[in-house]
């Protein structure tokens, strides 16, 4: 399934974002920087809050586990010096998830709470970008499944999800730092180092093994799209629209 993204959605938030891709969607929210209750202020950075919110009833021990890996990453990349006694606010709420996944009783991988997870860290990047928060870089995110006989699917399906062996999400900065790397199932370090250079490939065009000037040529095929240059064209195109208003007094 190609990604969609769109930016500012949303009117009465500082900034917002909608993701698509796996068939999973995410509306993210960012409010901020705003005031904080004293007792929750950091005198020297601003404090970042994230809620992820699922499709329906109230979340659980699945969104905190997500909330912990966003908010450490989304703490990574903000400049949170440039806000202190303040807090940034990151609401996720996930509107649309493939029909086989739920929170009943699955195998490991079926019910795994990775498969999200990329949708949720572009959705936040995007929306954060869109509110004008301060950041030191970029990321982005992607899900790579390997399955019993070593072979790799990219963006998997809930099916190949389900019956693989292992899964693995990896979020790479603008910087080609790693910023994400969990991963669920049974899998060796070399099997480890070939997803990772999978998802270099997939997120920045260029493996994780080599230079920032060894770029590479990619493919038009959705499974090569470089997920760098979808973000930069979805901010590119969405600040284009808002000078327009320039063109117009002239």
Partial sequence: MASEATLLPLW?????????CNEYSV????????????????????????VVRPLAGVGGVRERHLESIIHRTLRHVIVVSAHPRKLIQVTLQIT??????????????????????????????????????????MFTSTIIAVDSGGNFSQD??????????SLHVLAF????????????GSFGMELWEDVVEQASKKCRGLPATRD????????????NVVLESIVRKVVRSKVIASQRWKGDLR
């Fill in 173 to 184: 900065s603008s910087l080609g730092q790693i910023l994400v790397a969990e991963s669920e």
């Fill in 27 to 50: 509306l993210a929210a960012v409010n901020g920087p705003v005031e904080i209750q004293k007792r929750d202020e950091l005198s020297e950075e601003a404090a970042v809050d994230v």
């Fill in 212 to 223: 920032k000037g060894d770029a590479m040529e990619v493919d038009s095929d959705n499974n």
């Fill in 96 to 137: 649309g998830i493939p029909d086989n996944d739920s929170m009943s009783a699955k195998p490991p991988q079926a019910s795994s709470n990775l498969s999200v997870l990329p949708v949720l860290l572009q959705a936040s990047i995007l929306a954060l970008l869109s509110a004008a928060i301060p950041l030191a870089m």
């Fill in 156 to 165: 998997p399906s809930p099916k190949e999800i389900a019956t693989a062996e």
């Fill in 12 to 20: 009465r938030a500082d900034g917002s974002a909608s993701y698509s």
